[in-house]
Nanobody, 126 residues
Framework: QVQLVESGGGLVQAGGSLRLSCAASGRALSSYTMAWFRQAPGKERAFVAAIRWSGASIYYADSVKGRFTISRDNAKNTVYLQMNSLKPEDTAVYYC???????????????????WGQGTQVTVSS
């Protein structure tokens, strides 16, 4: 099973940017579909973005389209989430998720992914 470690979270003002990283070990990511989810206090874990193992298909939640970009560097075994124009409602713990050769659609559920990181806190102040 692949091990995932997120980094890059922090405190930022509204309108600012952050780049989250998800470093994998134990397996090569080249055959894994990767995703970012987030969970705000008192809310369920919600889909943010996903990218298939080939990179050919990318999906975003409507709430982040045009502001967030998911990308992957298989040579570095790392997936990124570039977050621009951040809003206070983006405040959450962000989790990286992976599953080998998973076919996902536009709105995958957390249960579809077998491997998870520990999460990184993103706080956007108004």
């Amino acid at each position: 099973q692949v091990q995932l470690v997120e980094s890059g979270g922090g405190l930022v003002q509204a309108g600012g940017s952050l780049r989250l990283s998800c470093a994998a070990s134990g397996r090569a990511l080249s055959s894994y579909t990767m995703a970012w989810f987030r969970q705000a206090p008192g809310k369920e874990r919600a889909f943010v973005a996903a990218i298939r193992w080939s990179g050919a298909s990318i999906y975003y939640a409507d709430s982040v389209k045009g502001r967030f970009t998911i990308s992957r560097d298989n040579a570095k075994n790392t997936v990124y989430l570039q977050m621009n124009s951040l809003k206070p409602e983006d405040t959450a713990v962000y989790y990286c998720a992976a599953d080998r050769l998973l076919l996902v659609g536009p709105d995958p559920v957390p249960g579809a992914f077998g491997s998870w990181g520990q999460g990184t806190q993103v706080t956007v102040s108004s």
